[in-house]
């Protein structure tokens, strides 16, 4: 009998146990440090990071990413379909959505959220889902989108942040004459369908969120989401600061740690350092123009280029600048966007095969040229030293100019740069976006640098309207083996994003477009 | 009446300054290459949409235009609003320079209190053990970068000891002060050093002047000659000192600002000039400009008060 009831204890306490290890906790306010606050939290108008990575906690798409950034999931829409001809999209609406001021969500909101958002006056977005053409909604939980043309990259464009469904009838009644007025009033208390609300704000120091009572979403344990009571973000410029309250307890959870702290973070047993796998390249962009300050430009040489690109060990830069965190990049573009090509490190380092390329270029004896970096940046004083030793051998001679910002983006555009650090992140799990930035010289000259590529631009348009997936596919490869082996880019490496969380915070993510995903979030008391 | 009419010839002396500096301040914002669009949009700007954005804000007209709107806003008091954040600049002066002021009056008065006693102690057993003692501990603080005393702080007070908050503002006015002493602290080094040595020197000279050895002679006790005549007189040049350092201080702020994640002016000052936030950076510099010439005026009408011959 005793050993009867001592094993039934003992089976009850394994069981209890096994289930507390695995069950979510409720409760609780996450303390979360940023290193800049945002902006403007608005789906449409905004025009930043800082807020685009926090806004699917308030406001909701019709699609929703996957963690690994490149898969669909439903979001307010739970199933949809495309037309054979690629140029109509039905979609059937999630039944029982409330906004979380209570009001349920209308096929009417979803029209005119998706009608704002495409309208090319609004916001620098519109350019994502420009092959809108027409939003009806033929019944209460069907939406039917004609577009102008097909379109292969429509349904990412519906997981993207500036399509999030927002509340027509309180925006239209907000004061104001323009969209961008409204806009901004509808901003100072945002009513969306995500998990959290905006309680609070106090400009540059906190924001609190607490959690959406009317959300739709249901837990693991079948109760409503969000596990959290709220998430209070706290803005820490100071990356020694910001790093220093989370080790103290003080914050749950702290992102861009610089990659010097990874190491030693990772190894602190009360602290999980998550390297999430992100869209970030980092890399080199030269001005290929044949002239540049009225004399000839010794990068529009493409084997100098190539010269330079092999003497450029990728590696020694992981290395020295990111610590061993980051990785050489395969292609332009990062391995986790969609069509990427390419399963070797580009350029591999090749001191003797740079040397030769050197003496076969039209500066056998190198020459003298500047990169332009960012003021106080570690990480590019970092590479531009390195890039300094790494060309000496070859008779280039490298300035390093370094300058704020605005300064650097202003020559940029002017075209009248040398050389400058550069990078991108994805805003659209496609690669349609970086593609056209770095690529198609009508957009913005490939990045500024005055590159063009007549066969690149030919078969970037046709990939815009191109429905067969293996074509596309095809289309992008020859567009990436084109623009690696003689493009204006010198591509060094990929970074992951560097997010350091206490051991009892479990359910965070961010997705390699950058959104931090607070809905699944808990912690373990 | 004399002091009255003195006060009133300095306060119309302010007007034609900041005049000047508003021109100063709107040509050399300008003069910066870049422009807020271009600034906002970053990597991802495509021209049609930076054109927009600087139409909208008025930056294609050309340059007195944009010059008299901004002086017709100031004597209407309508700052406009900031570019990035689109909020009212007054608001935004209204939230953050209080919290600045604060912190430079705190890291004042610290440096004050510091600095004071331990001159008096330094000149009083000048060349012995305890001077240089004194004078060594402040020429540390003196050559510590803020943000590395801030951090020491921060870490050893802060995050290790949990006497003190580990940066941020708190919420209410006690709370204020109790995470505002760190910061300034930190920003009281420096400043203590510069009022301790001024003060032991104004000290030194005094303690050797006539009319103290008169003061002796007459019998009067040594607390008494202290306090009456060497103490008001020795403060007369680090008065003045004090008041001209008041620039420094603010400037001490900025990177305290960052260190102890303090939402302050400061630190809305550089991103707003990073970001090429025109109308935050000219109106913020006004409210400074302001607000450092009152500070002037205070210390010469304490000076005044020590030496009523500066009023004439």
Known sequence: ?525 | MQLLSFIFRRILHLLPTLLFILIVVFVLVRLLPGDPASAILGDRALDADVERINRELGLDRPLYVQFFAFLKSVVTGNLGDSIHLKIPVAELIKKRLPVTIMLTVMAALIAVVLALPLAFVAALKRTKPADAAIRGVFQVGLSMPVFYSGLILLTVFGAKLRWFPVGGYGDGFLDHIYHLFLPALTLAFSLSAILMRSLRSAIIDVLDAEYVQFAKAKGIGPGLVLMRHVLRNALISTVALFGLSIGTLLSGAVITESVFAIPGAGRLMIESIYGRDYPVVQGMTIALAVLVSLTFLLTDLVQAWLDPRVTR
């Open chain 1, 1 to 525: 009998m005793k050993f009867l009831s001592v094993a039934a204890l003992s089976a009850a306490l394994m069981l209890g146990g096994l289930e507390a290890a695995t069950a979510q906790e409720r409760g609780g306010i996450m303390h979360y440090g940023r290193y800049a606050d945002s902006i403007f939290i608005e789906p449409v108008l905004n025009d930043a990071n800082v807020d685009i990575w926090i806004m699917a906690n308030i406001y909701e798409t019709l699609i929703v990413p996957t963690k690994d950034g490149k898969g669909l999931l439903p979001g307010l829409a739970t199933e949809w379909s495309v037309n054979p001809a690629g140029d109509a999209v039905t979609l059937k609406l999630r039944e029982g959505v409330k906004f979380s001021d209570g009001t349920p969500m209308t096929a009417e909101d979803v029209v005119w959220s998706l009608k704002r958002a495409s309208n090319p006056d609004n916001g620098i977005w519109n350019f994502l889902v420009a092959s809108i053409d027409t939003v009806t909604a033929p019944d209460a939980l069907t939406i039917d989108i004609k577009l102008k043309h097909s379109d292969p990259t429509i349904l990412s464009a519906l997981s993207v942040f500036n399509t999030a469904i927002m509340q027509k009838a309180r925006f239209e009644a907000m004061p104001g004459d323009t969209d961008q007025a409204k806009a901004e009033e509808y901003a100072k208390n945002p009513v969306g369908t995500g998990p959290f609300i905006l309680e609070s704000w106090d400009r540059g120091a906190t924001m609190k969120l607490v959690k959406n009572p009317n959300y739709w979403g249901t837990g693991e344990d079948g109760k409503p989401l969000p596990y959290l009571d709220g998430v209070t973000f706290e803005v820490i410029p100071d990356d020694a600061t910001r790093i220093l309250k989370l080790q103290s307890g003080d914050l749950d959870g702290a992102e861009f740690i610089p990659f010097a702290r990874v190491a030693e973070l990772d190894a602190d047993p009360d602290i999980n350092m998550e390297l999430f796998p992100s869209t970030k390249v980092n890399d080199i962009i030269m001005n290929v123009r044949p002239m540049l300050d009225g004399k000839p430009n010794p990068l529009m040489d493409d084997k100098v280029r190539q010269a330079m690109n092999y003497a450029a060990n990728k590696d020694a830069l992981v290395q020295v600048v990111t610590y061993g965190v980051g990785t050489p990049l395969t292609s332009f573009m990062s391995a986790s966007t969609p069509m990427h090509a390419g399963d070797t490190p580009l350029y591999p380092y090749d001191l003797a095969k740079a040397k030769a390329l050197m003496a076969e270029s039209a500066y056998p004896k190198g020459f003298e040229t500047s990169i332009l970096i960012l003021a106080g940046n570690q990480d590019d004083l970092g590479i531009a030293t390195a890039l300094q030793q790494m060309w000496g051998p070859l008779g280039i001679k490298l300035e390093i100019k370094q300058m704020d910002n605005a300064s650097r983006t202003a020559l940029y555009r002017k075209g009248t740069f040398t050389m400058r650090t550069g990078g991108w992140t994805n805003d659209i799990a496609d690669a349609s976006q970086i593609t056209s930035y770095y690529a198609y010289s009508p957009l913005i000259d490939s990045r500024h640098t005055g590159w063009k590529n007549e066969e690149v631009n030919k078969l970037y348009e046709a990939s815009q309207s191109e429905m067969d997936v293996a074509k596309r596919t095809k289309q992008f490869a020859r567009i990436q083996e084109i623009f690696n082996s003689s493009g204006p880019i010198l591509s060094m490496y990929a970074t992951p994003y560097p997010v350091a969380l206490r051991n009892n915070v479990h359910g965070f993510f961010q997705i390699p477009l950058g959104n931090n995903i607070f809905r699944e979030t808990w912690i373990a008391k």
